[in-house]
């Protein structure tokens, strides 16, 4: 907008030209008029100026004709000489015999042309030379005739000086006038008519009367004031009408884009958000969920308690809808009289996905009171998920819907994915996280213990706890299909102070029948970040009277790396009580060498899936002898999982490993059968010994 308004031919300077050009020829045609006037003057003094001369020495001429006397009418015609404008001069007799004459040159100058114009080349006076009679009746007798010419250029040559002076003092006198009458019009008319286009130059053209103009200095109540004024009234009522405008293309579109019982999207805006939000996350490699919500038999929800109590029930649930879903940002919208639709965006995978249709029946279910009448509805709900069912905004959402058609033909107030596998998978996760909340209360749990082996002495040094669910149905379910549910819902704390107490309670039992060994235990991520995991473990100790030293905890690298600091703090002090901390799973995480430093470490973990391939696979091979290494480096013991061949327990004995564990020395052992095995491998061990230093002998 600012292009607009730059100047091209400022008014400034057009007034300067025009005041300049008609100053000057107002001054040029006055000067004019004076030296025309002044013209006139000196033409009337000539001519005054011939007509005394010839009044002058009319007598003596008259005296030198009537005598004949030419030396007196030479002197007379001498003494005129003198004069410089005088070129000519005679005294003749009637017939015109001169009795004397005299004559002179014309003045020489450039500027004759101009004064003959004017004044003419000379000018002639002439009188009749008589004497006057006294006698009544007498007429008087001419003696002659006395002639004189003027040269007009000498007082000519006056007047154009004089005219020169006129013309030059009227040009400056008329400059002076423009450029005052410039300055002038410049201070009261042009200034602040800049003044009044910067301020024009400020407005804002989709808010017109946020920048108002300011009145210029100076000009309160005059014109510009009021036309200040005037443009003032005329951007607040453009501003007025365009708001007016807007708030009914507002209202307008809102209608179109909103439904207006509940205020949500509808189809068609919630359309145009997915595909905003299929877009963002191509750019992030996220996915998100569509879930279509159908609320059960809505049908005869309005036929029993009417239309107007159906209308607050879908009012109510939009506005349960457009409430804070935790961390996962939900757009939701109404499809027709019963449906719903909600984008969940970003979601991890499928199971996230149906965490959020599962808080969607939950919000759903809660109970509405509406007048007197508690009333509780259930919803069926179909999700897809981009970009595993489809790329394309109108088909996901048709899958969605098609989905949640699908599964209220079947039941209601439940979930069912567009794809059957993904379908029935996440109802068997579903199915197992109820199953895995009465594990614990119904007694499923138990542990088993793996001995953990000294490869220098060969002797058993300790046990890691190991906890296995025997499902009533299902039979054993392997730990890592449940113990992640369990970090994800947070049962995982009281599953984790379970097996802490129960092996505690069995080292304690084993010590009593005289195996004081060491057990090592699992403990969580999510064990970890509780506040009082250090109070709730001591007591523990002290309630099953177990040395600190006896225990050993075995965290994951995941399992401190979200608060470092924090995790730091809490193995200090339980490494302060005496319980040593072991690393798990070592090299599978973000191995860090900042936290080996700044951890209160005695043991690493080599996990099994590099003891496996050892000596088969190179990379295997190094990355162990590489932990070996570090461990060696650090002051820090090494233990290999896995251990299933002797070739493997020689190479990581001869290697410099500390301990070891896996189904070469025995498998995961129920409590009463590791104090059997306990006793057979120490007796094998000294047998062992004996006939080796028998064969010394």
């Given at each position: 907008m600012?292009?607009?308004?730059?100047?091209?031919?400022?008014l400034?300077?057009?007034?300067?030209?025009?005041?300049?050009?008609?100053?000057?020829?107002?001054?040029?045609?006055?000067?004019?008029?004076?030296?025309?006037?002044?013209?006139?003057?000196?033409?009337?003094?000539l001519?005054?100026?011939?007509?005394?001369t010839?009044?002058l020495?009319r007598?003596p001429?008259?005296?030198?004709?009537f005598?004949?006397?030419?030396?007196?009418?030479?002197?007379v015609?001498?003494g005129?000489?003198?004069l410089?404008?005088?070129?000519?001069?005679?005294?003749?007799?009637p017939?015109?015999?001169?009795?004397?004459?005299?004559?002179?040159?014309l003045?020489d100058?450039?500027?004759?042309?101009?004064t003959?114009?004017?004044?003419?080349?000379?000018?002639?006076?002439?009188?009749s030379?008589?004497?006057?009679?006294?006698?009544?009746?007498?007429t008087?007798?001419d003696?002659?005739?006395?002639?004189?010419?003027?040269?007009?250029?000498?007082?000519a040559?006056?007047?154009?000086?004089?005219?020169?002076?006129?013309?030059?003092?009227?040009?400056?006198?008329?400059?002076?006038?423009?450029?005052a009458?410039?300055?002038?019009?410049?201070?009261?008319?042009?200034?602040?008519?800049?003044?009044?286009?910067?301020?024009?130059?400020?407005?804002d053209?989709?808010?017109?009367?946020?920048?108002l103009l300011?009145?210029p200095?100076?000009?309160?109540g005059?014109?510009?004031?009021?036309?200040?004024?005037?443009?003032?009234r005329?951007l607040?009522?453009?501003?007025d009408?365009?708001?007016?405008?807007?708030?009914?293309?507002?209202?307008?579109?809102?209608?179109?884009r909103?439904?207006?019982?509940?205020?949500?999207?509808?189809?068609?805006t919630?359309?145009?958000?997915?595909?905003?939000s299929?877009?963002?996350?191509?750019?992030?490699?996220?996915?998100?969920?569509?879930?279509?919500?159908?609320?059960?038999?809505?049908?005869s929800?309005?036929?029993?308690?009417?239309?107007h109590?159906?209308?607050?029930?879908?009012?109510?649930?939009?506005?349960?809808?457009?409430?804070?879903?935790?961390?996962?940002?939900m757009?939701?919208?109404?499809?027709?009289?019963?449906?719903?639709?909600?984008?969940?965006?970003?979601?991890?995978?499928?199971?996230?996905?149906?965490?959020?249709?599962?808080?969607?029946?939950?919000?759903?279910?809660?109970?509405?009171?509406?007048?007197?009448?508690?009333i509780?509805i259930?919803?069926?709900?179909?999700?897809?998920?981009?970009?595993?069912?489809?790329?394309?905004?109108?088909?996901?959402?048709?899958?969605?819907?098609?989905?949640m058609?699908?599964?209220?033909?079947?039941a209601?107030?439940?979930i069912?994915?567009?794809?059957a596998?993904?379908?029935?998978?996440?109802?068997?996760?579903?199915?197992?996280?109820?199953?895995?909340?009465?594990a614990?209360?119904?007694?499923?749990?138990?542990?088993?213990?793996?001995?953990?082996?000294?490869?220098?002495?060969?002797r058993?040094?300790?046990?890691e706890?190991l906890?296995?669910?025997?499902?009533?149905?299902?039979?054993?379910?392997?730990?890592?299909?449940?113990?992640?549910?369990?970090?994800?819902?947070?049962?995982?704390?009281e599953?984790?102070?379970?097996?802490?107490?129960?092996?505690?309670?069995?080292?304690?039992a084993?010590?009593?029948?005289?195996?004081?060994?060491?057990?090592?235990?699992?403990?969580?991520?999510?064990?970890l970040?509780?506040?009082?995991i250090?109070?709730?473990?001591?007591?523990?100790?002290?309630?099953?009277?177990?040395?600190?030293?006896?225990?050993?905890?075995?965290?994951?690298?995941?399992?401190?790396?979200?608060?470092?600091e924090?995790?730091?703090?809490k193995l200090?002090?339980?490494?302060?009580a005496?319980?040593?901390?072991?690393?798990?799973?070592?090299?599978?995480?973000y191995s860090?060498?900042?936290?080996?430093?700044?951890?209160?470490?005695?043991?690493?973990?080599?996990?099994k899936?590099?003891?496996?391939?050892?000596?088969?696979?190179?990379?295997?091979?190094?990355?162990?002898?590489?932990?070996?290494?570090?461990?060696?480096s650090l002051?820090l013991?090494?233990?290999?999982?896995?251990?299933e061949?002797?070739?493997?327990?020689?190479?990581?004995?001869?290697?410099?490993?500390?301990?070891?564990q896996?189904?070469?020395?025995?498998?995961?052992?129920p409590?009463?059968?590791?104090?059997?095995?306990?006793?057979?491998?120490h007796?094998?061990?000294?047998?062992?010994?004996?006939?080796?230093?028998?064969?010394?002998?």
């Amino acid at each position: 907008m600012t292009k607009d308004f730059v100047l091209e031919n400022r008014l400034g300077y057009r007034m300067l030209r025009w005041v300049l050009a008609v100053a000057i020829v107002t001054g040029i045609i006055l000067s004019v008029l004076q030296m025309l006037t002044d013209a006139r003057r000196v033409s009337s003094e000539l001519d005054r100026h011939g007509l005394q001369t010839l009044a002058l020495i009319r007598d003596p001429a008259t005296q030198a004709i009537f005598s004949v006397d030419e030396e007196l009418a030479e002197q007379v015609l001498e003494g005129l000489f003198e004069l410089d404008a005088l070129i000519s001069a005679s005294i003749s007799h009637p017939d015109g015999d001169q009795l004397a004459s005299r004559s002179s040159q014309l003045a020489d100058s450039s500027y004759r042309p101009l004064t003959d114009f004017f004044f003419g080349t000379s000018r002639t006076y002439s009188t009749s030379l008589n004497r006057s009679v006294d006698a009544p009746g007498e007429t008087a007798i001419d003696y002659g005739e006395l002639t004189l010419v003027y040269d007009t250029f000498p007082r000519a040559n006056n007047w154009i000086e004089r005219s020169a002076v006129t013309l030059a003092v009227g040009i400056a006198r008329a400059l002076l006038a423009a450029f005052a009458a410039f300055i002038l019009i410049h201070w009261l008319l042009t200034r602040p008519l800049q003044h009044i286009v910067r301020s024009l130059t400020r407005v804002d053209p989709a808010h017109p009367d946020r920048y108002l103009l300011e009145c210029p200095a100076g000009h309160h109540g005059d014109e510009l004031d009021l036309y200040v004024r005037a443009t003032n009234r005329l951007l607040v009522a453009i501003e007025d009408s365009r708001q007016r405008q807007e708030d009914a293309e507002a209202r307008a579109n809102r209608l179109t884009r909103y439904d207006r019982l509940t205020g949500l999207p509808t189809r068609e805006t919630i359309l145009s958000n997915l595909s905003t939000s299929i877009s963002e996350c191509l750019k992030s490699g996220e996915r998100l969920a569509v879930c279509c919500c159908g609320i059960d038999d809505f049908k005869s929800i309005n036929e029993q308690l009417g239309y107007h109590t159906g209308d607050q029930i879908l009012q109510t649930v939009a506005e349960r809808l457009q409430k804070p879903f935790g961390n996962t940002r939900m757009l939701a919208g109404r499809l027709n009289s019963d449906q719903f639709v909600v984008i969940a965006s970003p979601v991890e995978d499928e199971y996230e996905a149906a965490e959020v249709a599962e808080s969607l029946l939950s919000l759903f279910s809660e109970k509405m009171s509406l007048g007197d009448t508690p009333i509780r509805i259930t919803a069926t709900i179909g999700v897809a998920i981009y970009p595993t069912d489809t790329d394309h905004p109108d088909r996901l959402l048709q899958h969605a819907e098609h989905t949640m058609t699908l599964a209220k033909g079947d039941a209601s107030n439940h979930i069912r994915f567009f794809i059957a596998s993904v379908d029935q998978e996440i109802r068997a996760r579903k199915q197992l996280e109820k199953d895995l909340a009465q594990a614990l209360p119904e007694r499923q749990f138990h542990l088993v213990y793996q001995p953990q082996i000294n490869l220098q002495s060969g002797r058993l040094v300790g046990a890691e706890a190991l906890l296995r669910w025997n499902h009533p149905e299902q039979g054993l379910v392997p730990p890592d299909h449940f113990i992640p549910l369990a970090e994800l819902n947070g049962s995982i704390v009281e599953i984790g102070h379970w097996v802490l107490n129960e092996a505690c309670r069995q080292a304690a039992a084993w010590a009593a029948s005289g195996l004081p060994i060491r057990i090592a235990v699992n403990l969580s991520a999510v064990q970890l970040r509780q506040p009082h995991i250090v109070g709730t473990i001591l007591d523990t100790l002290g309630r099953h009277q177990i040395p600190p030293g006896r225990l050993e905890l075995e965290i994951t690298e995941t399992g401190f790396m979200e608060n470092m600091e924090d995790a730091i703090s809490k193995l200090r002090q339980l490494n302060s009580a005496g319980i040593t901390i072991a690393v798990d799973d070592f090299g599978t995480g973000y191995s860090s060498l900042t936290y080996l430093k700044k951890m209160p470490l005695q043991h690493l973990k080599i996990d099994k899936q590099f003891i496996q391939d050892l000596l088969v696979n190179e990379d295997d091979t190094r990355i162990a002898n590489t932990i070996i290494d570090l461990g060696r480096s650090l002051n820090l013991s090494v233990i290999a999982e896995g251990v299933e061949t002797p070739e493997q327990e020689f190479y990581l004995r001869q290697r410099g490993c500390q301990m070891a564990q896996g189904y070469y020395f025995s498998r995961p052992l129920p409590p009463e059968e590791l104090f059997s095995f306990v006793a057979d491998f120490h007796g094998k061990l000294e047998k062992n010994m004996e006939n080796t230093e028998d064969n010394d002998h």
